[in-house]
Nanobody, 114 residues
Framework: QVQLVESGGGLVQPGGSLRLSCAAS????????MGWYRQAPGKQRELVAG???????NYADSVKGRFTISRDNAKNTVSLQMNSLKPEDTAVYYC????????WGQGTQVTVSS
């Protein structure tokens, strides 16, 4: 089973940027799509960005125009570039397949605060 390790989170001021990375233990090429998800305190986990094997992307309305998802199948990685961050983006961010088929990793904490 594929294992996923997220990294790149941290504390950033509103308006700042972060780049998250997700490393997969096995080739992700065979998966039809990958996604970045997030879970804020007291809220359900939600999908914020997805990318299929052909590179087609989709985004939640709340992050559209600010976040960019990308993938490198040769390196088994999926990334999320987050710009113009807002306090409401504060959450633990996870990557997984779409639909979800792998165990959840530890995630990476993103905190947007002044």
């Amino acid at each position: 089973q594929v294992q996923l390790v997220e990294s790149g989170g941290g504390l950033v001021q509103p308006g700042g940027s972060l780049r998250l990375s997700c490393a997969a233990s096995l080739s992700i090429f065979r998966f039809a799509a990958m996604g970045w998800y997030r879970q804020a305190p007291g809220k359900q986990r939600e999908l914020v960005a997805g990318i299929n094997s052909g590179g087609t992307t989709n985004y939640a309305d709340s992050v559209k125009g600010r976040f960019t998802i990308s993938r490198d199948n040769a390196k088994n990685t999926v990334s999320l570039q987050m710009n113009s961050l807002k306090p409401e983006d504060t959450a633990v961010y996870y990557c997984n397949t779409r639909p979800v088929t792998a165990s959840w990793g530890q995630g990476t904490q993103v905190t947007v605060s002044s």
